[in-house]
């Protein structure tokens, strides 16, 4: 044999052994991960109801995990600024979105610079959030009935805030007006805007999550009482709001809306390192101290933390979107 062969041979001989040990220690790497600070972008403001709930969860993270989780918040144009952010990052699992459904859904929204279909891997679900539609300091009406009258005696006179256009929020309030065949008036805010006009009765209604509510909103108004939850858009009554109905008990059965979180990372991020952090978080959302929290704050965790599931919710509140609202 020439020396040439024997080169190539050789040669061969240990590329094929580097990809043998390159396989095996595939798996090691995956359980060493990660070896610096993750990231974990927030698309909405410090103090929300998804700050309170990645926040927490960033902290059981860094229990589980051999590093830091350092949490960002980047708000604005219906959280698509911090979505962008996490679509264009490297794809190796030290940056991860902690995002809600608009996030992700982006076919109607027109701010999205990404697809958030196709530009993310789901990780897994974190939480289901349902939508309400609340009365304030702004609103003397403090019951469901009193207010359904005043909706129905001034068509497009009552204002309900949202943070954002075209946002889930504002899809939950088109969905309740539809059925309850009222009409009202949409302002939307940018980052906490809402809130802070909501609280100060410049403006008489939100559409916000029940987390929200109780998570931000009521622990800034003066007295809880001029806080009222007119109704929850759920299946059953929620243990954090025993008195409020549900759009069910009201007879709109079609009129369940839920917001849902979720952990996703980079499209092309690789499948061990996303079955790492799967493992990791759904071990978390399954504790009782993640239960616990998110009973606080009105939350219901996820039960089905699959990223199989969570491709699904995306996938229906994309359906949902783009029925009431149209494509981007």
């Known amino acids: 044999m020439s ?12 590329l094929a052994a580097a990809g043998v040990l390159t396989s095996s220690l595939t798996p090691a790497l995956a359980n060493d991960f990660p070896t ?10 410090a103090g929300s109801s998804s700050d309170v709930i ?31 952010r996490v679509a264009t990052a490297d794809p190796d699992g030290y940056t991860l979105l902690f995002a809600a459904d608009q996030v992700v859904a982006t076919g109607a929204l027109k701010e999205a610079s990404y697809d958030g279909t196709k530009d993310f891997v789901p990780i897994t679900p974190l939480t289901l959030n349902y939508f309400s539609l609340v ?16 909706f129905k005696a001034a068509p497009g006179k009552f204002v309900f805030g949202t943070s954002g256009h075209m946002g889930s929020p504002h899809l939950a309030a088109e969905v309740f007006q539809k059925r309850a065949d009222v009409k009202l008036k949409h302002v939307p805010y ?14 008489p209604l939100m559409s916000a999550t029940v987390g929200q509510v109780i998570g931000s909103i009521k622990t800034v108004v003066k007295n809880p009482d001029d806080v009222s939850v ?62 616990e929290k998110m009973n606080e704050i009105g939350v219901i965790p996820a039960e089905d933390t699959s990223s199989e599931a969570l491709k699904l919710l995306v996938d229906g509140m994309q359906e949902k979107m783009i029925s009431a609202f149209g494509e981007n």
């Open 230 to 291: 007119l109704v929850v858009y759920s299946e059953e009554r929620l243990p954090a709001l025993p008195d409020t109905p549900t759009s069910v008990e009201l007879g709109f059965e079609d009129a369940i809306v839920a917001s849902f979180t979720g952990i996703f990372a980079p499209v092309k991020t690789p499948e061990n390192v996303v079955e790492r952090l799967r493992a990791v978080i759904s071990d978390i959302v399954k504790g009782d101290a993640f239960k």
């Open 36 to 45: 610096r600070p993750i990231s974990l972008i927030i698309p909405f403001p």
């Open 54 to 84: 990645g926040r927490f969860l960033a902290a059981e993270m860094e229990k589980a995990l051999p590093g830091s989780v350092i949490v960002e918040n980047a708000p604005g144009a219906t959280g698509t600024i911090g979505g962008a």
């Open 190 to 203: 940018p980052g906490t805007g809402a809130i802070t006009d909501f609280v100060a009765g410049r403006i």
């Open 135 to 150: 009365a304030g300091p702004g609103m003397k009406e403090k019951t469901y009935e009193e207010a359904l009258a005043a």
């Open 3 to 14: 020396n040439r062969r024997k080169f190539i041979t050789l040669a061969a001989s240990l």
